[in-house]
């Protein structure tokens, strides 16, 4: 696999943590002008099971009552501890980076792609906006095809995070990085506080929404079939074995759950496993 290393990287010490600034060379304008959505799609075809998603990517409607109960449930809560004073207000928990092998400076310096190939505005990118079901708040995510790279960006303004999945199509390998903004207008990549892998077994995860309403039917549909197309992608030697802990093999998962269709499931990956088979009832499908 080709790794373009990034040209331009500036380094910057802050409190001990080392923030790169990768490739902040192509003023906004030039970079909008390099969006290109004609580029060839990954070539797997999808399986009979993958199709029947697309079609009907939504929850089962007894599962998205229980999912709407939840959010609810959050936003009470959420709205009793903004009535507490700000030093009594628990802290979101912080796991204290991405959790990789490699710390997070290191693993941002062998990102292939610079955050100059991210661009600076993402309004004219094909996307979905849509309630997150798991930990709530409305999301934005779009597509940018730079070359080899699908670049999908995330909003989510609820828990302050932005975010973007690098997948180079040819070999399938998957990058993660949270972003931020710098003065100039540039992203730069950001501390993260939750282990990537641990929701992201497979890569990019499908957006499945509550309800179909207000979420463009064909867009989504093109952005899941893109997605799903990866089936499993590569982490390299990102994954931290001990982190991961030791694989679960449940027969009902594991015939998908294969490191090739999808990837396969550890103990990190239990929580997710729960809200897919409990929660959102989408998992195993058709069950
Ligand atoms: C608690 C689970 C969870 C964690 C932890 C998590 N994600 Fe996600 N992420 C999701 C889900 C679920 C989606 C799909 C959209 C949705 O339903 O909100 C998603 C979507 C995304 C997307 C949009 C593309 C896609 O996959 O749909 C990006 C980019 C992203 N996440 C980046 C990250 C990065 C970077 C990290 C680690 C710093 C991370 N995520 C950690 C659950 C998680
Ligand atoms: C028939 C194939 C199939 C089987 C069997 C299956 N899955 Fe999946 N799984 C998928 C597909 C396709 C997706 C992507 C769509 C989605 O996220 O809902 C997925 C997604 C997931 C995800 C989200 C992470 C990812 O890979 O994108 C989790 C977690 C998951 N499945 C857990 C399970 C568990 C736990 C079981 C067994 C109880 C199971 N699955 C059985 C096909 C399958």
Redesign the pocket.
Known sequence: MRIYLPLQIALLATVGLAVAAIGQSSPPAAQAERVRTDATPPERALTPCEEAILDNPCPSEEASRTLQRGLLERRETRRRLMELPPAQRPKPPDNGG?GWRLPDAEYWLRLPFGMGDIPGDWSSLPGVR?V????DGV?D?RLCIRGDYDL???T?PLHE?T???GVHRPSRRVW???IARTASGTWMPKR?????Y???PS??????PLAKNGVDPATLAQLNRR?LSYGACGFGDSVDPATRGPARDDARCTGCHDGVDRGRLYAIHD??AMFKTEREATMPPGD
């Open positions: 991405m849509f997150n079901t798991q930990v999301r995510v999908w960006l995330l989510d995070v975010a973007c999945i993660f990085v949270e993260a506080k939750d282990p990537c641990a929701c992201h890569g990019p995860r499908i957006i499945r997605m929580r997710i």
